[in-house]
């Protein structure tokens, strides 16, 4: 049965506009993901390139555009009587411009401030404590494999939002969609579940 969906924010929610490879020049290293690199290096180093990426993220954050379908699907999530929550990397910061901006209301949010980030599973554990439904019952929805390795760690049910230049393979979602809209359809496959048992 589906109680709840969580949503990735940036490349889900929103079209992806975080420039990495800016943010790299600026720190001036081969730094991989941000936020792991800020983890492991020196507190001054740390505290400088969370601060170039928070900057980043603010911009992208006011320049936002919501990907096709997001409105609907939110809004046919409601009509379900499905809990949803928001679940990202971002700062807390950048997800209320992100929500502001488009008028969006989330009940439930796990920023990077809140928790380990994905792909570690805490965040999916925080959110099925605050939601108070168990991951079993929990569809995990992003763009990128981090969205589904937290996912599947966690036990939820996954979807990968495609995007022609996703070609990881090692990470196999539950379901893949192309834009927003096909959720309707998984939705309306654990319907049918439920009513089958």
């Given amino acids: 049965m589906l109680s709840g969906i969580i949503f990735d924010m940036d490349g889900t929610l929103t079209k992806p506009s975080v420039d990495f490879a800016a943010i790299e020049r600026e720190i001036g290293a081969k730094t991989g993901f941000i936020i792991e690199y800020a983890e ?11 601060g170039i990426l ?3 993220e603010a911009q ?33 910061k950048s997800v209320n411009t992100v929500l502001r901006k488009h008028k ?8 990077r ?17 605050m939601m108070c439904i168990h991951t079993n019952h929990l569809l995990m929805v992003g763009d990128y494999k981090y969205d589904i390795m937290c996912g599947k760690a966690a036990g939820t049910k996954t979807a990968l939002l495609r995007y022609g230049e996703y070609v990881e393979t090692e990470i196999i979602p539950d379901f893949e969609i ?5 959720l309707v359809q998984i939705i309306e496959h654990f ?3 439920k009513q089958v048992s």
């Fill in 113 to 129: 401030e809140d928790t380990k980030p994905k792909p570690a599973p805490d965040p999916i554990f925080l959110l099925s404590k």
């Fill in 54 to 56: 928070e900057r980043f």
């Fill in 40 to 50: 492991k290096s020196s507190p001054d180093e740390r505290a400088r390139a969370l």
């Fill in 60 to 92: 992208a954050a006011m320049e936002s555009e919501l990907n096709d379908g997001v409105l609907e699907i939110l809004e046919f999530v409601s009509r379900k009587k499905l809990k949803f929550a928001l679940l990202t990397r971002n700062s807390r």
């Fill in 178 to 182: 192309n834009s927003m809209r096909e």
């Fill in 104 to 111: 969006l209301h989330f009940e439930f949010i796990v920023s």
């Fill in 191 to 193: 319907e049918k579940i």
